[in-house]
């Protein structure tokens, strides 16, 4: 299925696990997960709650790191970086999309989005016409001056999307994009997500949702820390409706 | 560049929490507004003494002899001479005698007219101006003449301003007026300076009953000589009457210097108790930007998350802090100048004293300084706990 693999992989897990100390039990969240994610591809990584997708989620996000095992972005051992260098790796490679949004509430909608950048230094300049141009991408070149909490959820949702896009990351990492939305405006961002995979970006979709993860081209699903089934959307064995998912 | 993004942020933050920022604040303003007005009133002080004794003549010593432990006495020819070998320390003298004697004009009785002897340089170095008739001169002394010359009060009071050549008597005695001096002070006060008779010491000291004269003013050449003057004046005064009991000398320049001293001290006392409001104002900010801090643990979660460096984190909110604390600074600096101008008025109506509370450029920048420094050492406990928060949990936060 990975007919790509003569290019190297973008994110690239080998034997990652990672454990956490509750008191005096041990649990594994990630145990020995391997995997592999190309340059193009729109991943869902799915499972209930409790089976490793959010710790999958950190390590891929930067946010944390394995306890054993690398996990290689672009090439790069996370695992071996210093916090400095994981926050300039993920203002540098990654686009985060979470489920509340994670909106600065007292910014303006186009200082949300120009946010990334002014981490990367770029000029104020820059920012405003790299942010616009984002905004106006997902459908709100109108509501620069807005606050978030004077948008509607899935406009907050879309200008997280443009959040996501504005540095131009390598993978965009969407954690339950549609989880505080309505079915509709769920799959209006869904469509958003698809549309900037057509557009040549990785995805990586977390979600517990199977008619969600159907959304996505390759299904990795995730049993108490393991993967349990890693392939197209479309093998039965995927567990993934195809059919309901609506307005394609 | 991303310091002045965070000092942009800080304002920000500080806009949509107004009220709550100027609480926070009001410890710095009340501290440095006291601290300023404490350093004010210390100059004010200072200022007013300064201007008093340069008044009296910080050029001046006293001498005073005591006749103690000695046998031995000292004439007004032996102190000129003192005066003579050490030109280079001392310059003028002039003898004076206390007298205590009333003064009649016709028949009212003047109680508060003070009586001087005085030599015919004392007006000099006083720097004292004549203003009508003649000053008193070294025949005056030699032959003991019942001459006066007298303040300006009495011979605008007394005499409706024609006062020389008319008489007053002086302990029994009828004396002649001979020269007015010019209005020393700027208002005429019964009992001020302007309300005195001087007279020949040499006549002074024979009214009294006393054979010597015991009391002299000296001038120094320089202001700044006082300390060797005074030692050159009491090592000559020692050698000829062999006995430190004998002689006292006092130089206002000295005495100025110590009370000088003793108002500093006093007021770097007060300025410190003043300073501890700084410290209070201080755990103010600390206690604000912790809980600043907690409630923003999201925000702190989600800049992390897209790219914030810890010390990002860090400078932000300790420029947060600094900023909140140096506005509140600015506005107790501003607070202060207005308290030692209202300070300055209440001297005046209450005490009567034109005693001008100055806050000095120093104390405005080292109180800025303070407050700004206040911002950061207290601010940075609070920014460090944001700065090392963990992306996963703050993202998680609520």
Redesign the interface.
Known sequence: MNTRSAAPPLIEFRNVRKTYTMGDTVVNAADNISLSIYEGEFVAIVGKSGSGKSTCMNIIGCLDVPTSGQYLLDGKDVGQMSKDQLAEFRNEKLGFIFQQYNLLPKLSVLDNVAVPLMYAGRSRRERREIALHALESVGLGDKLKNLPSQLSGGQQQRVSIARALSNSPSVILADEPTGALDSRTGREVLGILRSLHKAGNTVVLITHDNSIAATAERVIRLEDGRVVFDGPANDPASGVHRDEVAGQ | ??LT?SFMLAF??IR?AKFRAFLTMLGIIIGISSVMVIIGLGNGMENYMTDMFQSMGTNTLTVTLTGRGTSRELSVDDLEQIVAENSTFLQELSPTVTFHGTVKVGKETLDSTSVTGVGERYFDIKSYELEQGRSLRYSDMANRTQVCVVGNYIDEVWYGGRSVGQSIRIGGTVFTIVGVLEQELDTMDEGGTDDAVYIPYTTAARRSGLGTVSSFLVTITSEDLADSATEVLENALYQRLRSEDAYLVISLAQILDIMKEMINVMITILAVIAAISLVVGGVGIMNIMLVSVSERT??I????????????ILTQFVIEAAVISALGGIIGIAFGYALSSVATVAIEALLQVNMAVTPTLYSISLAFGASAAIGIIFGFLPARKAAILN??DA?RYD
């Open positions: 560049m991303r993004e920000q933050n949509t999201r925000e979660g989600i800049r992390k998350a897209l790219g914030a460096k810890e010390r990002y992306p996963i993202l």
